[in-house]
């Protein structure tokens, strides 16, 4: 088949917020599988390296100008691009972050076909985004997290909706086949559960554990997106429970997303690197999808000491579990997966490089099926 090229456009350098890291995976997975151009500008107003720096001139006129003429302002500087493309694909978390593509100048019409995938929907702010959302129209398709949004998000676009699950670099994040010693005891990052939290801390504290949870709040991302995504992996691969919770719970501090469940990307680092996932899970149709095997995620009550100690008793489901959710990840949770997934709707074929890739996936999980006593080794 002739080449393909595709056009991938992303925030994650607009906004270094730790989210964004999702953001910068998917698209540092699919450029290694398609031949692509990423189209991933800092924000002008913003420079992560020198936060007191003063934005050059004309960006602070143009911003100026658009904000009297109550026009977006842009945080991406202009784009020009030079070439056309088969497939293109903007990847974002907000819903206000369509705006941002005017800057990227003719990126639709240099596109045969085009496509945005949306991490956060939440119909709430729909009406207050009606604007926005008629820009979907621009695409031939929507791909969206949380699919509970689709039916209320398809009154502001006629563009067909899907929803389509995140998903991790699970080739960086398996244990198999070096099995690293699971020397965290305990691992959040991110959201947590107050109330847990001070149980597990107390726990921590009387039974001599390591509990590693975020410390820090708010804070923008320091290093190259790989450094953070490598620790990450490295992080969790190494921990033997790994705290995961449901967006929509009452401790999560969404407000945006009232009762709605929606699927976030936490459950497919902690399985892929193999912990056992305890918390609480979304009662949506996606995480019954995606995580369909027994034990993928433990519930955690207001007791986790008992449970904790019941788990420890019984080492050959804990090495079920890790085994699960290793070979699960790797048959099913790679971006891979996920861009064969956007293909398909598109009708276009995996590359050569893709299929390598999947193939690559599968006889790591064959290695885990035949090797549990390596994996049973970091309990």
Excluded at 56 to 76: E, F, I
Excluded at 119 to 137: G, H, M, V
Excluded at 353 to 376: F, G, Q, V, W
């Amino acid at each position: 088949m002739t080449e393909r090229h595709c056009l991938l456009m992303a925030t994650f350098n607009m906004d270094v917020r730790a989210w964004s890291g999702v953001i910068w995976e998917f698209v540092d997975v699919i450029s290694q599988i398609e031949s692509a151009d990423i189209v991933a500008p800092s924000n002008r107003f913003f420079d992560k390296d020198n936060p007191s720096a003063v934005p050059p001139l004309r960006d602070r006129l143009d911003a100026k100008l658009r904000s009297m003429a109550g026009r977006h302002v842009a945080r991406m500087p202009v784009t020009i691009l030079d070439r056309d493309y088969d497939l293109a694909i903007y990847v974002c978390q907000f819903i206000h972050e369509v705006e941002e593509l005017v800057q990227i100048r003719d990126w639709r019409s240099r596109a045969s076909k085009a496509a945005i995938f949306l991490l956060e929907t939440w119909p709430a702010t729909f009406p207050n985004e009606a604007r926005t959302l008629a820009k979907l129209d621009m695409f031939d398709h929507v791909f969206v997290l949380n699919g509970s949004s689709i039916p209320e998000l398809g009154r502001y676009t006629s563009t067909p909706i899907t929803q389509l699950s995140t998903a991790t670099d699970v080739m960086r994040t398996t244990p198999v086949p070096d099995h690293p010693q699971r020397v965290v005891d305990l691992c959040c990052i991110g959201r947590n559960n107050p109330e847990v939290h001070t149980e597990l801390l107390a726990l921590a504290k009387s039974q001599g554990m390591f509990y590693h949870y975020d410390v820090w709040k708010n804070q923008n991302v320091g290093e190259s997106w790989d450094a953070v995504r490598q620790w990450n992996a490295e992080l969790i691969r190494r921990s033997r429970y790994y705290l995961v919770w449901d967006p929509a719970h009452k401790t999560a501090g969404n407000r945006h997303a009232g009762h709605e469940q929606a699927l976030s990307t936490r459950y497919f680092e902690g399985a892929a690197g193999g912990a056992v996932l305890i918390g609480s899970a979304p009662d949506c149709s996606e995480y019954h999808a995606e995580f369909d095997w027994a034990d993928a995620v433990i519930p955690l009550g207001h007791n986790p000491a008992s449970l904790i100690a019941d788990l420890e008793n019984d080492p050959a489901r804990i090495s079920r579990i890790r085994t699960q959710n290793i070979t699960q990840s790797l048959r099913r949770h790679d971006w891979a997966h996920r861009w064969r997934r956007i293909l398909d709707v598109f009708g276009m074929a995996p590359t050569a490089t893709h299929i390598a890739r999947e193939h690559a996936l599968e006889a790591r999980a064959c290695r885990a099926d035949l090797h549990k006593e390596n994996i049973s080794i970091g309990l």
